[in-house]
C-alpha cells in the first residue's frame, strides 16, 4: 500500500451534452433528445493525444475518481499529470444523463396550462444498448475535439463499452481495458431478471409511475442485496460472516415473532450485511435506472449483427487487455480466457490476465492496487 | 437406463401421529400438539430389522415414491420386497404434519360462538429445528414399534436430518446416507434469506395472515426461482438456455413495454424458465411453510450444543456414507469432503463419495440412477 492521501479528486470540468437532434437506439426506439453528463479530470494536450475514457459499471457515474479513486494515484494510470481522463454517465442511468426519470418530451403538451412540463419516461423508456451509447460518446467526444482516445478502460458494464468501443470504432481507440466484462451467460440472466422481478414485486413501483421520494425502496433494495451476492464470492462471504449472528445482537434461534420480524426472523450477519447494502443502494439509486441498466447488460453481445463474435473482432485494431477475476461468478474468468483466445484467433493483439482475488467480480472495485500493478505494463506501453 | 415402468407406487399405509402431549423445542417454543403425518411402503419382518427411514427435503412429502421413484426399482435400495421404506412429512411443512396452515391451539377460544374453530399459526409459528423433528420421529416409530432404523437416507435438509439420526440417537440407527447437506454456508444463508424477503415483499403475505387461496403467489413463485438456482448449476444452465430466446416467441430486445410486460421487459428462455418453475411452485406450497422450513435448514449445525462438529460426531455410532455433488454451490462437495475428514477424525466408520454432475444441487433428484450406483455398495454392505 502507498501512502495517498484521501482528498477527494475533483473534475477539472463537469458538462452536458446533446447531440440537438433525435437518435435512434440499437433497438428500434428513439430518444427525441438525449443528453449526456461527462466529467473531465486534467486537460487535453495540444495534439489531444492523452485522452483516456473511464467507462462506469452499472450504478457507477461520471465522476470516475468517486468511484475509482486509487487508480488516479498510480503513476501510469489516470494521473492527470500527464493524462486527461473523462467519464461519461450511461444514458439510462440516473447520474445527469437522460435516464428513466427524465422527462419524457413526448409527455409534454404545449397545450397545458402547463406548457413546460411533462412526465417521466418511467416504464415508457426505451431499451438503450452498449453500443447505443458509445455511439453516443463519440459524439460527445467530437465535440470536444477528440477523435481518438489513447485508452478506453473500464470493468463490468464499463468493461462491455471498452470492448464495444474497439468494434465499433477502430480508427478513434488505440488501448482498451476490458475487465471482468463478457455477454452474460444464463445465470447471469436469470438472476438479474430475478432482481428486476423484485423491483417490479413493490406495490411502491406503481407500475413504474412511482412518484420522486416514493420509489420502491424495499423491491430496489432486494434487488441490490442479491446483486451483492453476485458481485462478491462464496468464499469471500463465507471468510467475513460464515455462520455468525448479525452483528446487531439478533439471535438466529429466536422465534420469529420474539423480536417481531415475522417470519424473516432473526439473522445471521451474512443477512445483516446484505439488508445494509440493499438499504443504502437505494439511497443513491433509481429503480426504473436500475431495470434499463440491467437490461443493457443482459443484451451486451459483441457477435450481434455479425457473423460470429471473431468475425466482430476481427474490425479491432486497438491493442486489447482482457482481465477476468479468478472468483468471478458473474462473469467467470473462463469465459474471459475464452474471448481472449477468440479475439487472437481473429488477429487481435489482445493480452490476457486474471486477477487472483477472492472478492468476485468486485475486486475492479474492491482490489485497485493489485489491478493496477497488472494492468500498469500494458497501459504504459 | 433400465426399463422402468411409470406406475406410481403407492403407499402401503399412510397415517398420522401425535405424541398427545406438548413438545418443547429446541429454539424454546412449545407445540401443544404436533402431528406427524407418514407413509409407509412394503412391511415391517417380523424383527422389524428391515425398516428404511427416507427423510425428505425441502419441498418434499412424506410419499417418498412420488419424488424419489427410481430408488424404488433399484434392487438393494428402496425395494420394498425385502425392506419397509417409512417417509415422514417434517413439522413446519404442508403436507400433513402440522406447520403454519394448521390451526394454533391457542387461537381457539371455547367462548366463542365456534368454540371448535381456530386461526392458523401463520407468523407465529415457532422455529422447528432439524432436531426437534428428529427427535418426534423417533417417537412415532416408537410407536410403530420400530426400535432401531436398517437405514435413514435423505438429501438436503433430508440430509440434515440423516446426520442429526446418527448423533442424537446412535444406538437407533445403523447406517446412514447424507446427500449433498452440511451446515449452510454464509452465501447459502444469505440467498436463503433474501427468498424469505421477496415472500415478505408480496403485499399479499399480509404480514404471514393471508387467507387460503390468496396466498403470496408471486412472492413465492420469485423465491422458488431464485431457489431453483441455487439447486442447479450454472453450467447446466448454459447448456440448457445459454442467451437462448424465451422459447415462447418474447424477443430480448424488445422495448419494454411493447410486450406489455412493464420495464422487466420480454424475456431470455432461463427467464422464462425461471418464471415456470415459480408458478408451478406456488400450485403445491405454502408460503409460510417456505418461510418455516427454510429458516429450519439455516438452523442446522451438528455442532450446536456439543464443544465442536467433532465432538459431536463421536458419539456417532452407524456406518455413514457422505456423499458431495461436484457442482453443488449451495452445499459444495469441498465443504461435504470436511465433513467427512472431520468424521473420521472422531472414529466415525465414514465413507465418503462424490456424485460427479452438472446438474448441482438437484442431482439427488435428476441423477438417480448415477446415485443409486454410488451408494448401493455402502446400502447392500
Not at 417490479?200 to 420509489?215: C, H, I, N, S, V
Request: proline share 7%.
Amino acid at each position: 500500500m502507498s501512502s495517498v492521501s484521501a482528498t477527494v479528486i475533483a473534475p477539472s470540468f463537469e458538462g452536458d451534452f446533446s447531440p440537438g437532434e433525435a437518435f435512434s437506439l440499437e433497438a428500434g426506439g428513439v430518444l427525441p433528445s438525449p443528453t449526456l453528463h461527462y466529467a473531465i479530470y486534467g486537460r487535453p494536450n495540444a495534439a489531444a493525444d492523452n485522452v483516456i475514457f473511464v467507462a462506469h459499471a452499472l450504478s457507477g457515474s461520471a465522476r470516475v475518481a468517486d468511484w475509482w479513486p486509487r487508480l488516479f494515484s498510480q503513476e501510469g494510470l489516470l494521473d492527470t499529470d500527464h493524462n486527461c481522463v473523462i467519464g461519461i454517465n450511461l444514458v439510462g442511468s440516473c447520474y445527469g444523463s437522460t435516464g428513466p426519470a427524465s422527462i419524457d418530451p413526448a409527455s409534454i403538451n404545449p397545450a397545458s396550462i402547463n406548457p413546460g412540463t411533462g412526465d417521466p419516461y418511467g416504464p415508457q423508456f426505451p431499451l438503450v444498448s452498449i453500443r447505443d451509447n458509445v455511439r453516443l460518446q463519440v459524439r460527445l467526444l467530437e465535440e470536444l475535439n477528440i477523435h481518438r482516445l489513447k485508452l478506453v478502460i473500464g470493468a463490468s458494464i464499463g468493461g462491455m463499452q471498452a470492448i464495444e468501443w474497439a468494434i465499433q470504432f477502430p480508427q478513434r481507440v488505440e488501448r482498451v481495458v476490458s475487465i471482468g466484462a463478457a455477454p452474460l451467460q444464463a445465470m447471469g440472466l436469470g438472476l438479474n431478471h430475478l432482481q428486476r422481478q423484485m423491483i417490479q414485486l413493490d406495490p411502491a413501483w406503481k407500475g413504474g409511475r412511482y412518484l420522486p421520494g416514493q420509489p420502491p425502496r424495499q423491491g430496489l433494495a432486494l434487488a441490490r442485496a442479491l446483486a451483492v451476492c453476485t458481485y462478491k464470492s462464496a468464499e469471500l462471504f463465507e471468510h467475513r460472516f460464515a455462520r455468525k449472528p448479525d452483528r446487531g445482537g439478533e439471535d438466529p434461534w429466536a422465534s420469529f415473532h420474539e423480536q417481531g420480524q415475522g417470519l424473516s426472523g432473526p439473522r445471521f450477519d451474512i443477512a445483516g450485511y446484505l439488508d445494509y447494502q440493499g438499504e443504502r443502494f437505494v439511497e443513491r439509486f433509481d429503480a426504473n435506472a436500475y431495470l434499463a441498466i440491467t437490461r443493457m447488460m443482459d443484451t451486451f453481445d459483441p457477435a450481434r449483427g455479425y457473423a460470429s463474435a471473431e468475425a466482430a473482432f476481427r474490425r479491432i485494431e486497438a491493442e486489447v487487455m482482457l482481465v477476468g477475476i479468478s472468483s468471478d461468478w458473474l462473469f467467470p474468468a473462463a469465459q474471459i480466457a475464452e474471448m481472449a483466445a477468440s479475439m487472437l484467433q481473429a488477429g487481435v493483439r489482445c493480452d490476457h490476465r486474471e486477477l487472483i482475488s477472492s472478492h468476485g467480480h468486485d475486486a475492479f472495485l474492491a482490489e485497485p492496487d493489485e489491478l493496477a500493478r497488472l494492468i500498469r505494463p500494458f497501459c504504459l506501453q
